[in-house]
């Protein structure tokens, strides 16, 4: 029932943009900050950017360029991926995680992105 659906994933050039979207379903969002993930081939997962209660933080690497937001309503969360770069090629995650009950996360599969002239 718990679901996290990515999706805008896709190729573009260098200095590009990209709007990925994650739609949550089977729980309490509000309740949830959420996230944006990536992993580049062959290399870690690392955090991207987070959401919660208004505020976000971005990964110094993507700062200036990348834009997360949150549409409770909705229970949708965006990534605006703006001036991209080769080293932004990765698949990028949405997770959500309870602020509180930290064991109860939720990530979705997945959605690539490559960024190549």
């Known amino acids: 029932q718990v679901q996290l659906v990515e999706s805008g994933g896709g190729l573009v050039q260098p200095g590009g943009s990209l709007r990925l979207s994650c739609a949550a379903s089977?729980?309490?969002?509000?309740?949830?900050?959420v996230s944006w993930y990536r992993q580049p081939p062959e290399k870690e997962r690392e955090l991207v950017a987070t959401?919660?209660?208004?505020?976000?933080n971005y990964a110094d690497s993507v700062k200036g360029r990348f834009t997360i937001s949150r549409d409770s309503a909705k229970k949708m969360v965006y990534l605006q991926m703006n001036s991209l770069k080769p080293d932004d090629t990765a698949v990028y995650y949405c997770?959500?995680?309870?602020?509180?009950?930290?064991?109860?996360?939720?990530w979705g599969q997945g959605t690539q992105v490559t960024v190549s002239s």
């Open positions: 997770n959500a995680r309870h602020r509180w009950m930290t064991t109860l996360e939720y």
């Open positions: 959401s919660f209660t208004g505020s976000t």
């Open positions: 089977g729980f309490t969002f509000s309740f949830y900050a």
